[in-house]
């Protein structure tokens, strides 16, 4: 985020106030070419500057109007005042310090009287307060009014230094001319070198931290110092990288938040901001911004309410985004409080990010509280709004992902035929619970039908209809069975005896209790599943619950108790381990492979809503993209080093799912999709609209100066 001054202009004074901008104002295909103009004006004005010359504007300057915002000038110049004073005085630091002063006369001003112009600025490097009053009462010639203005830019630009070229630098890796058009020669070594060599030097400095938090705090100053190094270092290295940048690291870096000495960038929204949010979104540097991840920080993980601390989730998601798929474009926020008052400054901050990034932006919620997360969800998409939930929907998609992964090794039963029982009943299992319906549709159930295949058990037992103990949300009454049902597996019993009365064919825990999975519960399911569809038949065991230390039960032990009958996937990463059969590698149920392409998807397609169906498509294209070693491995989703590959999978499938179900999806990012309505039924169109969406996928590889 680059600090740049602007003067704003009112009848009877000038301000000159801190705003966040960037002077070459970057778009998604480089610098805007008027940014580009207004350097080669400063080039001028400095050159006036060293000569004494005075700065001949062309006829368009001169009669050029004030912005649309602001009051324009009157015309007539009330002063001797020169452009050649203005230009000493503020190259030189100065307003016109010593200069004649301008003179009142403009309409409401209280009196005639001049004032001198004497506010001066600090010196680099020092403190400044937010707004200086340098008393011109009326700017009346137009072209002096631009020519402050872009004076002031000019200012602004000593200001930013060093911490613009660092936002726009590759290092070394930075082309000759980039360094010429932006001065940088001097500021490194002269020899230019290749990405890679940038890359490699980073990863070295990486081998040199012991903990894992240390190597976060080297990668945030990577990040903030050469973006395509710190995204092409992620790229080539995410089995290693990923649980630094997201969890399990990630919930450290939260706890320690306020300690770190470089904290990445997000924007912060504070309830004592209410009613100016509008004025902290225009602050955001990015003007194309394309996702916005946003959390009020009261669900972090595992840790429970960390307030601001929470920040370092969005930041993660921000760059899981670009490293998978999106292009860059993802804007980290976070705000809190209760009730009306909450909704309120909610709703500002919507609002605020349509106003200036568009109808079309996708916003994407994390980490919120269950007394917000699907409430905030309902109302948002009722409103027309692109958003989606993470914990509930991309959590699910991975889930149902799973599902389809696992339907693809021979023993699993059937998808028509399969039990689900939930252990736990938050918004993952609530979330996948819903999906699970849409997908048991799209094989033909009805809706209430497909209910009957899904059970959920909380902290209080079974859940249904009129349980005494322990009550019931809206979200856990959609799948609440009768009474009458739960007579199989009585409300008090345990989780062992559930499974023994209800003989589920797929177990999935999202309730963060360690070990809740036990050796006789994993037997139970295994035996069920085999009396039920025969001895060849297997289970499905998903431990969505993270870090590892709350695991429900590690892979080695579901594979262990099952006889190596069972399926396994986990919410954290568990290593690869040995068996008589080869080697396994545990899959890993992570959103991460699912959020990036929905996102990219949305983009690429003009998305107006984030729908089931949408998400469906997503968990499909996860389940497809399982490569044959894989699957040999009993792997039932891809692998996490391959998220960008898995991301234009998922961003393919999801855009064509919008193309065919939403008529009335805004303008495309891409021309070339494919006409298919079931595109994963097809890999020729699959790849055709990959390729499609490739050509707007981030590449470190290839920089946008120009």
């Not at 500057?49 to 009330?78: I, S, W, Y």
């Not at 006369?105 to 506010?119: F, L, V």
């Not at 998609?397 to 039963?413: D, E």
């Amino acid at each position: 985020m680059q600090l740049e001054r602007t003067l704003i202009f009112r009848p009877s004074n000038v301000h000159l106030r801190h705003t966040f901008c960037s002077l070459h104002s970057q778009t998604r295909h480089g610098f805007d070419p008027a940014a580009r103009s207004l350097s080669k004006r400063r080039d001028a004005v400095v050159a006036a500057q060293n000569t004494g010359e005075d700065l001949h504007e062309d006829t368009d300057d001169a009669t050029r109007q004030a912005p649309a915002h602001e009051t324009p000038p009157e015309r007539g110049l009330a002063s001797s005042l020169t452009r050649r004073d203005l230009m000493r005085g503020v190259i030189g630091g100065t307003i016109a310090t010593g200069a004649p002063a301008l003179v009142h006369g403009g309409p409401g001003t209280p009196s005639a009287e001049a004032i001198p112009i004497t506010s001066r600025l600090p010196p680099i490097g020092q403190a400044a307060p937010g707004t200086y009053n340098i008393g011109v009462a009326a700017v009346r010639d137009p072209a002096l009014y631009r020519l402050i203005a872009d004076l002031a830019c000019a200012q602004a630009s000593i200001y930013r230094g060093f911490s613009y070229i660092l936002r726009v630098s590759r290092g070394m890796a930075t082309d000759q001319a980039v360094r010429s058009e932006l001065r940088m020669h001097g500021l490194m070594p002269h020899r230019h070198v290749p990405l890679q060599v940038e890359i490699d030097r980073a990863r070295g400095a990486l081998q040199l931290c012991d903990a894992p938090l240390e190597k976060y705090k080297a990668l945030a100053i990577l990040r903030e110092h050469n973006q395509d190094a710190f995204f092409g270092l992620l790229a080539q290295n995410l089995n290693e990288l990923l649980p630094v940048i997201y969890t399990p690291t990630v919930g450290d870096a939260c706890k320690n938040w306020s300690a770190l000495m470089q904290r990445p960038q997000g924007l912060y929204v504070s309830i004592k901001d209410k009613g100016n949010v509008r004025a902290l979104v225009r602050n955001w540097p990015a003007d194309d911004v394309r996702i916005a991840v946003l959390t009020d920080g009261e669900r972090i993980l595992g840790l429970g309410d960390l307030g601001i601390n929470g920040m370092g989730i969005p930041v993660g998601k921000a760059m899981v985004y670009t490293a998978a798929a999106a292009s860059g474009s993802a804007l980290p926020q976070q705000e809190r409080v209760r009730g009306k008052e909450y909704d309120d400054i909610v709703d500002e901050l919507i609002e605020a990010l349509h106003e200036r990034y568009g109808a079309r932006l996708v916003l994407h919620w994390e980490d919120f509280n269950v007394r917000n997360s699907f409430r905030l969800l309902d109302k948002y998409v009722s409103q027309g709004v692109c958003t989606f939930n993470d914990d509930i929907q991309s959590t699910a998609a991975a889930v149902v992902g799973a599902v389809y992964g696992a339907l693809r090794l021979a023993g699993v039963p059937p998808l028509k035929q399969q039990i689900f029982l939930f252990f736990g009943a938050g918004q993952a299992n609530i979330g996948a619970a819903r999906l699970l319906v849409s997908a048991l549709a799209d094989e033909g159930l009805a809706e209430a039908q497909a209910k009957q295949q899904i059970w959920l058990y909380d902290s209080k037992g079974l859940v249904y209809e009129g349980r005494p103990t322990g009550r019931l949300t809206p979200q856990k009454l959609e799948f609440a069975r009768s009474a009458s049902e739960v007579d199989r597996a009585p409300s008090g019993s345990s989780l062992l005896e559930a499974v023994q009365r209800l003989q589920p064919s797929a177990l999935i825990g999202a309730a963060a209790k360690q070990g809740a999975f036990s050796a006789d519960t994993i037997k139970a399911l295994t035996q069920g599943v085999q009396d039920r569809w025969g001895r060849g038949s297997r289970p499905i065991v998903l431990a969505l619950s993270n870090p590892s230390e709350v695991a429900e039960c590690t892979a080695q032990q579901a594979h262990d108790w099952s006889g190596g009958r069972a399926v396994y996937a986990s919410g954290t990463a568990f290593p690869p381990f040995q068996t008589q059969h080869g080697r396994k590698v545990p899959a890993q149920a992570n959103n991460s492979l699912i959020f990036p392409g929905v996102g990219l998807g949305c983009i690429a397609a003009g998305a107006k809503q984030v729908t089931p169906d949408i998400m469906l498509a997503a968990a499909k294209a996860a389940a497809i993209k399982l490569t044959p070693e894989e699957l040999e491995q009993d792997s039932i989703l891809p692998q996490v080093d391959r998220i960008s590959q898995v991301g234009l999978g998922v961003a393919a499938a999801v855009a064509c799912c919008i193309k065919q179900t939403q008529q009335d999806a805004g303008a495309s990012e891409v021309a070339c999709l494919p006409g298919a309505k079931d595109v994963l039924a097809n890999k020729d169109d699959l790849k055709q609209a990959e390729h499609c969406i490739a050509g707007i996928q981030y590449n470190p590889f290839s920089p946008r100066y120009v």
